[in-house]
């Protein structure tokens, strides 16, 4: 018979991962050198590969000045392209619909100037009543910007009484109801709180049915379920790529428009020398010639060094590939849930994350009933090496990342809860 540490560390054997292609920062606390490092969700842990790759880039910059536009090994004029084929694999994008640029919330912005159009009755904006804030705030500001009342204009959507995870039927029978009322839909795929994974394809398709523009904010999705927005008739989307994608800080953003959309002249654009075809570029003239595809949202020439890591990451992707990680996803958070309905048992905690795995990417999120998520993780990570991350005022989320995380991991996590939240009296 097995210890649950001794399953765990057979189960790392017998399924092991890709942790040795990634820095693992040490622990802070507890029996073990290594953290174990449960927040990829917030901000994903760096590719070996990564340093010397950007490197490269940086020496070309020493070696050839501006030249390098040109004669760099991978050249900046169109270092972006490296990135548009593997960033389109991901998120089931066609290259045409695939850029990666700026940031989340700025592409969230330059986005909405095209979609967002309300017109006569036709102005709400709905989102999740638990979004991540910073779509709230971009879609209020998108509403003052339209000189509409914010307060009218965004509807948030809650999920039922008692329930911690929308429906998928929540959101589509509001756009059944109300739909005619409704111009834009712009929900995130995997919720930041919950952990929860929307129906993106029914939820389009219901949002488009009732002549809304759906778009949707990837940034917990991407690299953690399969996507396939080209096939779902997704209007638009937005990503970061310093979640799951492993690219670093504040690390370069990607953008889906759906090729329906491509080459449209009557869709308003902000445009910058990068919005122009790139044949066009250097002729210097006053008015754009954009491509039809979604390079025309471009604005500046982007930053090569901010590009280079997500170019590694996205590689990796390529390699390894997203149906076997989500194969691995399932097993791995299955097998966490598993440790973590006997911790959650008899203590004030739940996991509010839906307990079908269709309904969820690899995030679980823990709701606790007393003192506060931050001292907890605080805990977690002095007395136990285990980083978790706390949403106030009471989650605590767990991400095993299928790339590097381990069932080791997954085992600390729970040790380390079952040991800094005291058991209720029976
Ligand atoms: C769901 C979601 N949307 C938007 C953002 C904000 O992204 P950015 O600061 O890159 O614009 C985040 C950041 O974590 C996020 O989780």
Not at 101 to 107: A, F, Q
Not at 152 to 157: F, K, P, Q, W, Y
Not at 336 to 357: C, G, I, Q, Y
Request: proline share 7%; net charge negative.
């Amino acid at each position: 018979m097995h210890t649950p540490e001794q399953e765990a560390h057979r189960l790392d054997e017998a399924d092991p991962g890709h942790r040795h292609l990634f820095h693992v920062p040490p622990a802070d606390g507890g029996d073990h050198p290594e953290s174990a490092y449960l927040a990829g969700n917030s901000l994903g842990l760096q590719p070996r590969a990564t340093r010397d790759e950007l490197l490269a880039d940086l020496d070309a910059w020493g070696r050839l000045g501006v030249e390098g536009h040109l004669e760099a090994e991978r050249a900046w004029l169109p270092y972006h392209e490296l990135l548009t084929a593997p960033a389109a694999r991901l998120v089931g994008g066609r290259p045409a619909e695939t850029v990666v640029m700026n940031s989340l919330t700025v592409n969230l912005h330059l986005l909405m100037v095209s979609f967002y159009r309300p017109a006569g009755t036709r102005t709400r904006i709905v989102i999740e009543d638990a979004a991540f804030p910073s779509d709230s705030y971009a879609v209020r500001s998108q509403a003052r910007f339209h000189g509409l009342d914010p307060d009218d204009t965004v509807i948030r959507l809650r999920p039922r009484a008692g329930e911690d995870a929308l429906r998928t039927e929540d959101v589509t029978d509001y756009l059944a109801a109300e739909g005619d009322r409704v111009a834009l839909v712009l929900l995130g795929g995997v919720n930041y709180l919950t952990g929860e994974l929307l129906d993106i394809p029914a939820i389009t398709a219901a949002g488009r049915a009732a002549g809304a523009v759906v778009g949707w904010d990837l940034a917990h999705a991407v690299g953690n379920v399969p996507l396939a927005l080209h096939d779902w008739d997704v209007d638009f989307a937005a990503w970061c790529s310093y979640k799951y994608l492993n690219s670093g800080p504040g690390a370069l953003a990607g953008v889906f428009v759906h090729e329906r959309h491509l080459g449209d002249p009557d869709l308003p654009r902000f445009e910058g020398w990068w919005s122009t075809a790139a044949a066009t570029r250097f002729e210097m003239t006053p008015v754009s010639r954009p491509p039809a595809t979604v390079e025309a949202w471009q604005i500046s020439n982007p930053p090569i060094f901010a590009m280079g890591p997500v170019r590694t990451s996205l590689e990796l992707f390529d390699t390894v590939g997203m149906t076997a990680l989500r194969a691995r996803s399932l097993r791995l958070t299955g097998w966490l849930e598993s440790l973590l309905d006997e911790v959650t048992a008899d203590r004030p905690l739940r996991v509010v994350t839906p307990r079908d795995p269709a309904r969820r990417g690899c995030q679980l999120s823990v709701r606790i009933g007393a003192g506060s998520a931050a001292e907890l993780t605080k805990r977690l990570r002095y007395e136990h090496g285990v980083i978790a991350d706390a949403r106030e005022p009471d989650v605590v989320r767990f991400a095993p990342v299928p790339l590097y995380s381990t069932y080791h991991d997954c085992w600390r996590a729970a040790a380390a809860l079952a040991a800094t939240v005291g058991q209720v009296a029976s």
